[in-house]
């Protein structure tokens, strides 16, 4: 599937850092990705039955960040995307809205495409939509049944926790938490017939009206998680260097992803580190599709410039809540407005000693608010460099994203 168009990278003299973050299943920062070579990422996208909203923005923003500060320190980076074409959340809202599931999902995308464009956040290699791949995600549900890790259920095919040794090790979550958070996400936990609470659905049979798929499993389509995992496999292969996603994804997406693959493989981990950001609020309440709580995107760049709203991204640190207000609009056009006066000038203070120090803070678990007053830091100072506003411009492109 198409992704869209892709932001030019200044060159930075010198290389960035080892990057380090915290690493959700290990409970603790630690470098992420390879020492030498390619970088491989897979991130999870979004289910396309609205358009791009602020939490949204957070997630990707703050994985465009691990993707520049790989690539400042000399890595390719070998980034993947989905794009969760077909699932019940977008058949409820195209039905809702008397519309074909198909052409809805096919607007939202390019809607969302174009947000991520006009935030320079640098496309995946593959930009892969679940339809595009059912016949690889039947094959890895036939395997995982050939293993005996699944088992059918009215013509449904569950995963069963008890295949799956390492359940539970991402998230470090109790059984209680599972159970909780997995009806509030969209599990059947008290569905009559399965072996346990926690199985989740890898197949669902064809219903009456809904889209279905040929299969060696027998006509229908993916349930959820399975996606990804077949997704992540196909185009990066066991052992990747990073999953990440929004923390709301640690249980049950994330956890069931990694479990899939384990028991697929046999290789463990799934991914060697997994990462998440924050949620985004509005008047208190977690920025939801659900609750309808939204700041989308494409109607906020209506009013601000999109360097400002990724600049508000990158003013609270990436694993932090916080809530979004527009006084946050107003400072970050104010901090824009400053930085571009300040690159406009003939001459400016020493830039390296700033170049070192955004490396830094954002090798040490991508702490963008120490990056950003370091450039603030350079804005406010005097200097008779003449090459010192072209570093700091292109220093901000590079590593923030931030076009000046």
Known sequence: MRSWSAPKLPHLPGAGRRLRLFDTAARETRPVGPGEGEARMYVCGVTPYDAT????????????????????AGHPVHYVQNATDVDDPLLERAERDGVDWRDLAAGETDKYRA???????????????????????????????????????DGDVYFSVAAAPKFGAVSGYSEAEMLDLFAERGGDPDRPGKR??????????E??????????????????????????????????????????LIFPHHEMGASEGHVATGEWPFAKGVAHSGMVALDGEKMSKSRGNLVFVSALRNDLDPMAIRLALLSHHYRADWEWTPALGRAATERLERWRAAVARDRGPDALPSLAQV???????????????????????????????ALVRDLVDALLGIAL
């Open 207 to 248: 219903r009456p009206g809904e889209p279905s798929w040929p299969s060696p499993l027998g006509p229908g389509r993916p349930g959820w998680h399975i996606e990804c995992t077949a997704i992540a496999l196909n185009n990066l292969g066991p052992g990747f260097d990073l999953m990440g996603g929004g923390s709301d």
């Open 359 to 389: 490396r830094d803070r954002l090798a040490d678990d991508l702490d963008t608010v120490a990056a950003l007053a370091a450039v603030d830091a350079w804005a406010a100072a005097d200097g008779d460099d003449p090459d010192a506003p």
């Open 115 to 153: 947000d991520m464009a006009a935030l320079r956040v640098i496309p995946p290699r593959e930009y892969v939509a679940v339809t595009e791949v059912i016949d690889q995600i039947a094959e890895l549900v036939v395997r995982l049944r050939e293993k005996g890790a699944a088992y059918d259920l």
């Open 196 to 205: 346990n609470r926690l199985d989740w659905l890898l197949w669902r049979a």
């Open 53 to 72: 909203h602020l939490g949204h923005a957070n997630t990707y923003v703050t994985f465009d960040l691990v993707n520049r500060v790989w690539r400042d």
